[in-house]
């Protein structure tokens, strides 16, 4: 069993920055890789990046540049730094463990935090 608990959302303005964060609990040494999606309201969830414990990071083409995946095993805690945000970034964002891939897909996905949500004023 693996528990998420997301934090660091909230209500930003266009051009602001923002750290997620994702603390991973129980086995973790199951835990292949992380991913963060994100969704709105009347959509589906849409991938964002992924890590894997290795150190490999995915993102999908929207965002690379301006989002950045990474982790601190120690605290088992993945991070998702998201810089010059823009109001089309408004969404609740949710962090996911897998134990296996591809690491873009969110089938592969077997536990998900509770969501955190981003706001993102023009």
């Known amino acids: 069993q693996v528990l998420l608990a997301e934090s660091g959302g909230g209500l930003v303005q266009a051009g602001d920055s923002l750290r997620l964060s994702c603390v991973v609990f129980g086995r973790t040494s199951s835990v292949a890789a992380m991913g963060w999606f994100r969704q709105v309201p009347a959509k589906e969830r849409e991938f964002v990046a992924a890590i894997t414990w290795g150190g490999s990071t995915y993102y999908t083409d929207s965002v690379k540049g301006r989002f950045t995946a990474s982790r601190d095993n120690a605290k088992n805690t993945v991070y998702l730094q998201i810089n010059n945000l823009k109001p089309e970034d408004t969404a609740v964002y949710y962090c996911?463990?897998?134990?296996?891939?591809?690491?873009?897909?969110?089938?592969?996905?077997?536990?998900w935090g509770q969501g955190t949500q981003v706001t993102v004023s023009s």
């Open positions: 996911a463990a897998s134990d296996g891939f591809p690491a873009t897909l969110p089938t592969t996905y077997t536990y």
